[in-house]
């Protein structure tokens, strides 16, 4: 039977429709509703296969309606398969394999229908409930030293320095010669150099010292600036040192500029950094570009002053380099060194951010390790 308004088989009850297609071939019915003989339920079975063969389905519901109808706990399949007790005994084995290949055409159709209309309305997956939450983004961390660097450019930042950056790739000017560092100065040895051309050189530069000269040249005074980045130098990689490493120098130049404004500015940065019990000492040195100069200690967190592998078991860590700008460094610049004065410092990043974390080993920080990068998320 076909339903007028949608073209396919009405899904009767089945004992009915058995029951119709008995009395239209003139089976008695009266004691039994399923009496057919074998040949008029054959026939059965073949219009049953003609109306599978036809059946269409244009989504997962009518998918769902043809295995209602066929192949349901009372589907037409389980009906006609309830008839192999009419069947005579001798005739059971062949007309099992007629119901049992029954079965399988309309098992078989009904996973082409579900193929069909899976590759029509794609992959389930692909299916989107706008009704549901949206699926959390993992979140990252900053790196430590990024968080360190952030640190100390706001420490600085609240003393009205602002931040200048240049290239990593330096002219020897810049990076040397500007910088009371002539061709052959000894000093130059203090600094292992990758060259990246020679005659004009042209290096990675050795210290954010070059964004300075970059910045006095500009001849807008005064300067109260801070210079972050990468720096390169060709140094043996250790617990304590790498070829490249992260440099953030300041520089400070206006009339009447005093050593006394240079330690007073560091003892703030300091105390902001590590607490107010941190020890400082200063230590003279000897740095081209600053005259009188010197070297600033702070004492060694990791070992509380016992001695370790980071401060080389004396208790303390050199944080940074500074002293008072060059004469020289200052006419490099076309900047009047009778009415200006000024002072400079430079620090690594690395190793501040040793003492401020706790980290053992300055390796840990170009190694990408998850596991070492994930204690940093709170920190965002």
Not at 67 to 81: C, D, E, H, P, Q
Not at 159 to 177: K, R, S
Not at 245 to 265: C, M, P, R, W
Not at 327 to 353: H, S, W
């Amino acid at each position: 039977m076909q339903d007028r308004k949608n073209g396919r088989a009405a899904a009767l009850p089945v004992a009915k429709e058995l029951r119709c297609f008995c009395t239209s071939a003139g089976v008695d019915v009266g004691a039994s509703a399923y009496l057919c003989n074998m040949e008029q339920l054959l026939q059965q079975i073949e219009e049953y296969k003609k109306e599978i063969a036809a059946f269409e389905a244009a989504d997962d519901k009518q998918v769902e309606e043809f295995r209602i109808r066929f192949l349901g706990t009372k589907g037409l399949v389980k009906a006609v398969m309830g008839e192999m007790k009419q069947v005579p005994a001798d005739q059971k084995k062949a007309f099992g394999q007629i119901l049992n290949d029954f079965k399988l055409f309309a098992e078989s159709r009904y996973e082409s229908l579900r193929e069909q209309t899976a590759a029509t309305q794609g992959p389930a997956g692909s299916r989107i409930d706008l009704s549901l939450p949206g699926d959390p983004a993992p979140l990252g961390s900053r790196h430590p030293i990024t968080l360190m660097r952030n640190r100390i450019v706001s420490i600085f930042q609240r003393l009205g320095f602002a931040v200048a950056e240049g290239p990593e790739i330096e002219d020897d000017w810049h990076n040397f010669g500007a910088l009371n560092l002539p061709p052959h100065h000894p000093a130059r040895d203090m600094q292992d150099t990758f060259y990246i051309q020679q005659n004009p050189d042209w290096v990675l530069r050795t210290h954010t010292s070059s964004v300075q000269i970059r910045e006095m040249e500009k001849g807008k005074l005064p300067i109260r600036m801070l210079m972050p980045g990468r720096v390169y130098r060709n140094e043996t990689v250790s617990a304590r040192s790498h070829c490249f490493f992260h440099q953030v120098e300041g520089l400070y130049i206006d009339e009447n500029v005093s050593f006394a404004d240079l330690k007073q500015t560091l003892y703030f940065f300091v105390k902001e950094m590590y607490g107010k019990d941190v020890k400082v000492r200063f230590r003279p040195s000897y740095f081209p570009f600053t005259e009188p100069s010197a070297e600033m200690d702070v004492s060694c967190f990791i070992c509380g002053g016992e001695g370790c592998n980071i401060c080389k078991k004396t208790g303390w860590v050199e944080i940074l380099g500074c002293g008072m700008v060059h004469p020289n460094v200052l006419q490099n610049c076309n900047i009047d060194p009778n009415k200006y004065t000024g002072f400079a410092f430079g620090m690594g990043i690395e190793r501040p951010a040793l003492l401020k974390y706790d980290v053992n080993d300055l390796r840990l920080f170009s190694e990408n390790d998850v596991r070492f990068l994930k204690q940093f998320t709170s920190a965002i």
